[in-house]
C-alpha cells in the first residue's frame, strides 16, 4: 500500500506563494488535484516518474510549477501569484504508469492540505 503525506498547506495573500509536498515511496507519476467549497475536484498539474514531462491545468499554467525529488521521495508544488481562486483542498495522488489529467486513473490519493488565500 502507498502512503502519501501532503504538507505545506496554510494561509496567504493573494499574490503570495506556498510549497505544497508529497512524500510517497514507489515508482509512480504523481499528481496534483484540489478541491474548492462547493465544487468538484480538478486536476491541477502531473508529473511523469522521471520528472521530464509535466502537465499543468490552464488556470495554473505559468503560475505554479510541480517538480519532484526521486531520491528524497518527495514531489512539490510551488505555487506563486495565489488567486483567492486558488482557495481549495490540494491532494496529491499517484499511479504505476504514464502522468494523467484523468483523476480515475490514480490509484493512490494523500488526504489533503488546506491552501487559503485572502484577498
Known amino acids: 500500500q502507498v502512503q502519501l503525506v501532503e504538507s505545506g498547506g496554510g494561509l496567504v495573500q493573494a499574490g503570495g506563494s506556498l510549497r505544497l509536498s508529497c512524500a510517497a515511496s514507489?515508482?509512480?507519476?504523481m499528481g496534483w488535484f484540489r478541491q474548492a467549497p462547493g465544487k468538484e475536484r480538478e486536476f491541477v498539474a502531473a508529473?511523469?516518474?522521471?520528472?521530464?514531462?509535466?502537465d499543468y491545468a490552464d488556470s495554473v499554467k505559468g503560475r505554479f510549477t510541480i517538480s519532484r525529488d526521486n531520491a528524497k521521495r518527495t514531489m512539490y508544488l510551488q505555487m506563486n501569484s495565489l488567486e483567492p481562486e486558488d482557495t481549495a483542498v490540494y491532494y496529491c495522488a499517484a499511479r504505476r504508469g504514464v502522468a494523467t489529467r484523468r483523476e480515475y486513473e490514480y490509484d493512490y490519493w494523500g488526504q489533503g492540505t488546506q491552501v487559503t488565500v485572502s484577498s
Open positions: 514507489g515508482s509512480y507519476a
Open positions: 508529473i511523469s516518474w522521471s520528472g521530464g514531462i509535466t
